[in-house]
Every structure is written in structure tokens, then in C-alpha cells.
């Protein structure tokens, strides 16, 4: 069972910046895409940013320009780079393996980031 450890979350003023860091115990699958997804309170989950295996990378458009996700391949980890953060970034941000041949999915325990003056 591939585990999946976020780390950086916590609290920062509107205009911050934070780094989440998410480290895959092991790599199963040749072919993925690894990123993070959030969720609000009263909100679903939604996709922030994902890296592929290839290097490609998709953000959500809220985060556009702000957010940038990173990986380190060797290390089996990738990052979240979040600038100007706003109060509507405010979430418990999940980390997400996913195979793109088999659909199988990890998901990190999460972790709060909280901007607010």
C-alpha cells in the first residue's frame, strides 16, 4: 500500500506564501499523475494542480499564475508552491496518486491551510 505524507500546511496572512510537500513511500506505477485537491468546508473536493509522469501540468483557473506544482522524481515527492494567497485558498489540501492506466487512486491523510489575517 503506497502512503502518501503532505507536509507545509498551516497559517498565513492574505498576500503569503506556503510550500506543501507530498512524499510517496513508493512508486507503483510507471504512468500517473500525482497533485493536490482541496476542500472547503461545505464544499466537494476539488483539483488544484497535477504533474504527470511526462512533466505535464494542469492547474485549476482559481489558482492560475499563483500556484505552482513541482516534482522530484528520484524522491518520489512533489510540491505545491502557493503565492499571493486569498481567504477563498482556505482548505484541507489532499494529496493524490493516481494511475493513468489503471485508475487506482492514493490519497494523503490532508492537511489545513488557513489564510486569514
Known amino acids: 500500500q503506497v502512503q502518501l505524507v503532505e507536509s507545509g500546511g498551516g497559517l498565513v496572512q492574505p498576500g503569503g506564501s506556503l510550500t506543501l510537500s507530498c512524499a510517496a513511500s513508493a512508486m507503483p506505477f510507471k504512468f500517473y499523475a500525482m497533485g493536490w485537491y482541496r476542500q472547503a468546508p461545505g464544499k466537494q473536493r476539488d483539483l488544484v494542480a497535477v504533474i504527470t509522469s511526462g512533466g505535464s501540468t494542469n492547474y485549476a483557473d482559481s489558482v492560475k499564475g499563483r500556484f505552482t506544482i513541482s516534482k522530484n522524481s528520484a524522491e518520489n515527492t512533489i510540491y505545491l508552491q502557493m503565492n499571493s494567497l486569498k481567504p477563498e485558498d482556505t482548505a484541507i489540501y489532499y494529496c493524490?496518486?493516481?494511475?493513468?492506466?489503471?485508475?487506482?487512486?492514493?490519497w494523503g491523510q490532508g492537511t489545513q491551510v488557513t489564510v486569514s489575517s
Open positions: 493524490n496518486l493516481h494511475s493513468t492506466v489503471s485508475g487506482r487512486d492514493h
